[in-house]
């Protein structure tokens, strides 16, 4: 039934989570575990110049470290995906990983579609109210935009008593 499962990763200890079911369901079906970790692209900070305006020199240097920012970043998320990988792996379970730059919903809804991923497996942080509206919820779009089943771990709520 699932032959490829997508796990959305953000570098969070809780975004963690959701390896333990993918994991586990992989392990089940015999599937892939694919796990992908998409960065937003560094916004270029360009200083206005003495006439309100950057000059095309600043403006390059400004694009240059944003871009240098990008690949410092996507260096990161790979040894850390790489050492995800290297656990999945250990427990026989076959795994690989990607890393994207762009928006997380889009790139990931690009992703499951592209690579005919079955299930996708995220965390959400469990934002309601106002917080969601103003930030949104990236497992909120996938979930109703991927067209792809996803199971979504969401975080344990303190019980009182």
Not at 30 to 35: K, P, R
Not at 53 to 63: D, M, Q, R, T
Not at 87 to 109: C, E, F, L, N, W
Not at 131 to 153: F, H, N
């Amino acid at each position: 039934m699932f032959k490829r499962l997508l796990v959305p990763l953000d570098g969070s200890r809780f975004g963690s989570r959701a390896l333990r079911y993918a994991t586990e369901v992989a392990q089940r079906f015999g599937a892939e575990v694919i796990l992908i970790r998409v960065i937003r692209p560094t916004t270029p900070v360009i200083a206005a110049g003495t006439h309100g305006v950057a000059s095309p020199a600043e403006s390059e240097i400004a694009v240059q470290a944003a871009l240098e920012a990008d690949k410092r970043n996507a260096a990161r998320a790979k040894r850390y995906l790489r050492d995800k990988v290297r656990a999945i792996r250990s427990r026989h379970t076959k795994a690989s990983y990607q890393v994207a730059i762009g928006d997380p919903a889009q790139s990931i809804m690009e992703f499951s579609k592209k690579e005919n991923i079955d299930l996708v497996v995220m965390t959400t942080h469990g934002k309601s109210g106002l917080k969601r509206a103003i930030m949104g919820s990236i497992a909120d779009v996938v979930i109703r935009e991927s067209g792809k089943p996803v199971l979504v771990i969401r975080p344990q709520t303190s019980s009182k008593k």
